[in-house]
């Protein structure tokens, strides 16, 4: 058989859950700077029963702009699994000459895991309607346990940073910080949250692409594979030392898991066909 392609990572996915994300991140900072400016709690006397109130209104609001992007969860998991199916069907195509249909796993009404943007979006995404498909009973799962894990993570993001914010201010006032100092602490907490949504971003699509790959494979009986680094700078040395060597599914790597389930591993398991 002709040598199989290596997969990709599905960066237009990461690109597209990091903006979901960022965009959170915007409209809370944005919000939580003028809320602060506007109610002028950075004054030294009698600032914390104001600010306690403050902060309740701003984790409210954090959680009210939040809801959006939990809803669009299915269809950022449509998406990576989007990537996954194809990539694997043409892994499988490469290694074996077989033609695998698409996966038509999970029917529509099972897709409404809560909110979902677009129905039909997700219908599409995930093959339904296509009259010869293959069965995943295992892929709605796997995607609930995502979308349920996605969600902490989101929820956490204003609740993380309107602490920060609060220590911040209640430091800065004890210290006897001058207000405009303690202005530009919270504004360098902005980039510390965007930094942060943007890793979350990018290990939580990287484990979810990973999933669906060793799932896909072993519903297919593959026991082994072989570890594929992305093979740039990034590359830790540890998984660079994993390059090439053939693992067990049963099996992973005692120090890093198997590819994609390190903590933003972007490696990926090519299938050993027998």
Same mark, same amino acid.
């Given at each position: 058989?002709?040598?199989?392609?290596?997969?990709?990572? #599905?960066?237009?996915?990461?690109?597209?859950?990091?903006?979901?994300?960022?965009?959170?991140?915007?409209?809370?900072?944005?919000?939580?700077?003028?809320?602060?400016?506007?109610?002028?709690?950075?004054? +030294?006397?009698?600032?914390?029963?104001?600010?306690? @109130?403050?902060?309740?209104?701003?984790?409210?609001?954090?959680?009210?702009?939040?809801?959006?992007? %939990?809803?669009?969860?299915?269809?950022?998991?449509?998406?990576?699994?989007?990537? =996954?199916?194809?990539?694997?069907?043409?892994?499988?195509?490469?290694?074996?000459?077989?033609? $695998? #249909? #698409?996966?038509?796993?999970?029917?529509?009404?099972?897709?409404? @895991?809560? =909110?979902?943007?677009?129905?039909?979006? %997700?219908?599409?995404?995930?093959?339904?309607?296509?009259? %010869? /498909?293959?069965?995943?009973?295992?892929? +709605?799962?796997?995607?609930?346990?995502?979308?349920? @894990? =996605?969600?902490?993570?989101?929820?956490?993001?204003?609740?993380? /940073?309107?602490?920060?914010?609060?220590?911040?201010?209640? =430091?800065?006032?004890?210290?006897?910080?001058? #207000?405009?100092?303690?202005?530009?602490? +919270?504004?360098?907490?902005?980039?510390?949250?965007?930094?942060?949504?943007?890793?979350?971003?990018?290990?939580?699509?990287?484990?979810?692409?990973?999933? $669906?790959?060793? @799932?896909?494979?072993?519903?297919?009986?593959?026991?082994? /594979?072989?570890?594929?680094?992305?093979?740039?700078?990034?590359?830790?040395?540890?998984?660079?030392?994993?390059?090439?060597?053939?693992?067990?599914?049963?099996?992973?790597?005692?120090?890093?898991?198997?590819?994609?389930?390190? /903590?933003?591993?972007?490696?990926?398991?090519?299938?050993?066909?027998?």
């Amino acid at each position: 058989m002709a040598s199989t392609k290596v997969q990709l990572y #599905p960066a237009s996915a990461e690109r597209s859950y990091n903006k979901l994300l960022q965009d959170l991140v915007s409209q809370l900072t944005t919000e939580t700077e003028k809320r602060i400016r506007d109610a002028n709690v950075l004054r +030294i006397d009698g600032f914390s029963e104001d600010l306690t @109130y403050l902060l309740a209104g701003m984790l409210e609001f954090g959680m009210l702009i939040a809801n959006p992007v %939990i809803f669009r969860l299915p269809e950022v998991y449509a998406n990576v699994n989007t990537f =996954n199916d194809r990539q694997w069907r043409l892994v499988v195509k490469s290694g074996t000459g077989i033609d $695998l #249909p #698409p996966s038509g796993a999970i029917p529509t009404g099972m897709v409404a @895991y809560g =909110n979902v943007s677009d129905p039909n979006l %997700i219908r599409a995404r995930f093959g339904i309607g296509i009259d %010869i /498909y293959r069965s995943e009973p295992w892929l +709605i799962p796997r995607m609930n346990n995502w979308i349920d @894990y =996605n969600t902490s993570l989101i929820k956490s993001i204003p609740t993380q /940073y309107i602490g920060k914010v609060e220590a911040a201010i209640r =430091n800065g006032v004890m210290a006897g910080t001058a #207000p405009r100092e303690l202005q530009k602490e +919270i504004k360098r907490l902005s980039g510390v949250t965007s930094a942060r949504v943007r890793l979350i971003s990018r290990d939580q699509i990287s484990k979810a692409n990973s999933d $669906l790959t060793q @799932y896909r494979q072993q519903d297919l009986g593959i026991t082994e /594979y072989t570890w594929i680094t992305s093979n740039d700078e990034r590359v830790r040395f540890t998984h660079r030392a994993h390059s090439g060597n053939v693992y067990k599914w049963s099996e992973p790597p005692a120090n890093t898991g198997h590819p994609g389930q390190d /903590y933003q591993c972007r490696c990926i398991a090519r299938a050993k066909f027998d």
